[in-house]
């Protein structure tokens, strides 16, 4: 098995002739011998690398999950690093301004809660937005791409996702996945793929006899890596999932389970290709730091009959029932699974095999009308088709949600299935809306009455859809968390915005979100939430004020440094402590 970033080196440079590149990658961004796509690029006369950027974890994969990653200058290069986890996901204009075409080299592992794919999701955006080319290095699905298990994701259980809805295991590649969204989200960029030459979709990567270089500091063996997407399901419970010990992802248990009639309970379940042993551990670090834990360490028999969703929900269910007053399942679990109605269905002990049929009609949808359509490895699913480039067509904005009254201009882009650009010609475009929420003129959608709906644009063969929300603002909650190293506040909102306004002030920062109204959990007359533990904010006021929504944030210091990282329908600040 060769990976993408060979078989670019060797077949597909001229894809960046007189170009200026940027390459998003991390530590997992090497070649079959372990030489680093970094240093093979930068040193390659036919390559004009100009900038790196990284996911969570940093370019060298060295910082710990969900840790703040700062962008810097590379030592060795010299090059900008631009960070792309922490205030900033989606690359700003500056970032892109001596790059034209971008290339994606990082080892996914084929979960839709691993972060690295909705990097590249927000580098599309981007991509869209500022007219990039995005060339993804593909690598192997290492739990191979025939399985697709777990509820697609609903836009109700939505965190870092953004728009790139998934089930829990998708069974396809990075490059796959960048061809879907280039279309089914109408983005409307040059996508190209250096596919991974001889990977097919029933091989695992122990069988790509390629070496394991750990994805990330939780997931260091190719063990961790297939059961991840099965065992990450613990999380957000009082379950621990073994992190902080040797084998994360392996051993799971809390410090009331009885590890002997945990494993007897999961052996008797009859899960194909795992069998489980009684196990005791103790976190080093993490969840339950320094307590002895009874669990079940998970052993692999045969990784191709493994169905990973219902290894996780079977684990779960077993240890609640060992004792449902001790389990606990945080909100954040609706996030995890991506459905709203499971968790309930967990708490209120749903058999697993009802919990797993209440999604899988919806499932199969997908599945046959929109992931087999973007395959480019085989053996494809019955009826399935290689994926043929055939050119994109994109809507500008990407998002297009506004309140009643408001006018939003629109355009079009998008290159034919030769990577030439389209010369859109206007008067040749033929748009329609659904909803009846307003209509187009010269280009320009006028909102008429609250409500969803969809634009489309027709453009000889070419087609594009954009979905349009007309809806009143309402901030529905106020909530924080503490950090190792920042307070985090997340005002939920029911759509995106830009015209906020943060004010410094002080020992205060105040928003102040035009046309906003006080919803859901909140006060009507406003109110305060008072914050323990935080270095840095002790309380929060909030109140309407005329046609403006308040919130002032009361800092311990007289000036703070703060980030604004940019969530779907949210508006959250970083206040570093």
Not at 111 to 133: C, H, P, R, W
Not at 135 to 162: C, H, Q, T, W, Y
Not at 369 to 376: E, P, Q, S
Request: with cysteine; proline share 5%; hydrophobic share 35%.
């Amino acid at each position: 098995m060769i990976p993408g970033i060979e078989v670019f080196l060797n077949e597909h440079l001229s894809w960046v002739e007189e170009k200026r590149v940027g390459l998003i990658t991390n530590h997992t961004g090497v070649t079959s011998d372990l030489k680093s796509s970094i240093h093979l690029l930068y040193a390659h006369p036919e390559v004009y690398l100009t900038a790196l950027y990284g996911p969570e974890h940093g370019i060298r994969g060295n910082r710990e999950a969900g840790e703040y990653v700062e962008s810097y200058v590379d030592e060795k290069t010299g090059l900008p690093v631009y960070s792309l986890y922490g205030p900033t996901w989606k690359p700003k204009e500056e970032m892109l301004e001596d790059v034209d075409v971008l290339l994606f080299d990082i080892q996914d592992i084929g979960s839709n809660v691993y972060t690295y794919i909705y990097t590249l999701g927000f580098v599309m955006e981007a991509a869209a937005e500022y007219d990039k080319q995005i060339i993804v290095l593909d690598r192997p699905n290492p739990i191979g791409g025939m399985k697709v298990e777990g509820p697609l994701r609903s836009k109700d259980a939505v965190s870092f996702m953004g728009r790139f809805l998934l089930p829990v295991r998708h069974g396809m590649t990075v490059g796959e996945l960048a061809l879907m969204w280039n279309q089914e989200y109408s983005l409307g960029i040059d996508v190209k793929v250096a596919k991974a030459k001889s990977w097919k979709r029933n091989v695992y990567f122990s069988d790509t006899h390629l070496p394991w270089v750990l994805t990330s500091p939780n997931i260091p063996t190719e063990e961790t890596a297939y059961l991840y997407t099965g065992t990450e399901l613990l999380d957000d419970t009082s379950l621990s999932t073994g992190i902080g010990t040797t084998k994360p992802f392996e051993l799971v248990g809390a410090p009331w389970i009885e590890s002997e009639a945990l494993a007897e309970e999961m052996n008797k379940r009859n899960l194909a290709g795992v069998k489980f042993r009684p196990a005791y551990f103790t976190p080093r670090f993490g969840k339950y730091k320094g307590e002895l834990i009874g669990g079940v360490q998970v052993h692999i028999s045969n990784i191709s009959e493994v169905d990973l969703v219902s290894l996780g929900l079977n684990l779960l269910d077993a240890m609640r029932d060992q004792n449902p007053e001790k389990f606990k399942m945080n909100e954040s679990y609706v996030h995890l699974i991506g459905n709203t109605k499971v968790p309930t269905k967990i708490m209120n002990d749903h058999p697993v095999s009802e919990i797993i049929n209440s999604w899988q009609e919806d499932l199969n949808k997908w599945v046959k009308n929109v992931r087999n359509k973007y395959l480019i490895y085989p053996p494809y699913p019955d009826k399935a088709k290689p994926y043929k480039p055939s050119g994109a067509l994109g809507i500008m904005p990407l998002d297009v949600e506004m309140i009643l009254g408001q006018n939003v201009a629109l355009a079009l882009r998008g290159y034919d299935k030769n990577g030439r650009k389209l010369e859109i010609d206007t008067s040749l475009i033929t748009w329609t809306t659904s909803g009846n929420i307003g209509y187009i003129e010269n280009e320009i959608f006028h909102a008429e009455k609250e409500g969803e709906g969809q634009i489309t644009a027709k453009y000889g063969s070419y087609t594009a859809n954009r979905e349009i929300l007309v809806s009143a603002r309402y901030v529905n909650n106020i909530r924080y968390g503490i950090h190792s190293n920042y307070t985090r506040v997340v005002l939920d909102i029911n759509m995106r915005m830009n015209d906020f306004k943060i004010v410094e002030g002080k020992n205060t920062l105040t928003i102040q979100i035009p046309y906003a109204k006080i919803c859901g959990e909140l006060l009507q007359e406003g109110g305060t939430i008072e914050i323990s533990n935080s270095p840095v904010l002790s309380s929060i006021e909030y109140l309407k004020k005329d046609t403006m929504f308040i919130a002032d944030f009361h800092l311990q210091e007289r000036k703070v440094f703060y980030e604004t990282p940019d969530f779907a329908s949210r508006i959250v600040v970083d206040i570093m402590h």
